[in-house]
Structures are given as C-alpha cells and as structure tokens.
C-alpha cells in the first residue's frame, strides 16, 4: 500500500511559479512511475506530467511543455512538479499518483486506469 500526500498548491498571479510536492509511504517508491494530474471545475481529470523511476524519461501534456518540470528523488520519497509561466487557465485541483506499471512508451502514462494509487490533491489557483 502507498499513501501519496501533495502540498506547495496555492493563489499566485498569473505568470508566477509554484512548486508542488508528493510525498510517498511505502518502500517501492523507486520503482514506481509518478504522474501528476489536474482537475479544473466543471471539467474532466487530465494528465499532466509523469517521470519513470530512474528520472530518466518524463512526459508532459502539450500544454505545460516547456513551463513545468518533473522531477523526483527516491532517497525522499518525494516527486516535484515545478510550474512556471502560470496561465489562469493552469487552475486547478492538482493530484499526484504511482504507477505500478511498466509501459515502455510514456504515453500510456496518460491513462487514468494506468495508476494504482493516488493522492488527495492540492488546490492551485492562478489569478489574471
């Protein structure tokens, strides 16, 4: 079982930055692919980001290439989504989840049903 529990959300200005973290339970964090989703009102859950367990590949929605980087470190259990060049429309609740799963082609990190475990989410909200 893993526990997953986000932090660093919060109001910023429109091209602000925010760091957000995820903090694992369990001792197969480093063997998990971690992914961070986002949830704006009234719409759908979609992906945001993912990164294997060697940090070696990530994966990004083509909206927030080039503006938001993950990362982990499996010595802390923690996985990292900085954001940068907010946009208003970069408002939403943030989620962090584990993978469980190996696909050799990230994409498949797009799905939902690809996670095992997921955390509760933390509110991000970018102001114009």
């Known amino acids: 079982q893993v526990q997953l529990v986000e932090s660093g959300g919060g109001l910023v200005q429109t091209g602000g930055s925010l760091r957000l973290s995820c903090v694992a339970s369990g001792r197969a964090f480093s063997s998990y692919t971690m992914g961070w989703f986002r949830q704006a009102p009234g719409k759908e859950r979609e992906f945001v980001a993912a990164?294997?367990?060697?940090?070696?590949?990530?994966y990004y929605v083509d909206s927030v290439k080039g503006r938001f980087t993950i990362s982990r470190d499996n010595a802390q259990n923690t996985v990292w989504l900085q954001m940068n060049s907010l946009k208003a429309e970069d408002t939403a609740v943030y989620s962090c989840?584990?993978?469980?799963?190996?696909?050799?082609?990230?994409?498949?990190?797009?799905?939902?049903?690809?996670?095992?475990?997921w955390g509760q989410g933390t509110q991000v909200t970018v102001s114009s």
């Open positions: 989840a584990a993978s469980e799963q190996y696909y050799s082609t990230m994409s498949y990190y797009e799905r939902e049903t690809s996670y095992n475990y």
């Open positions: 990164i294997r367990w060697s940090g070696g590949s990530t």
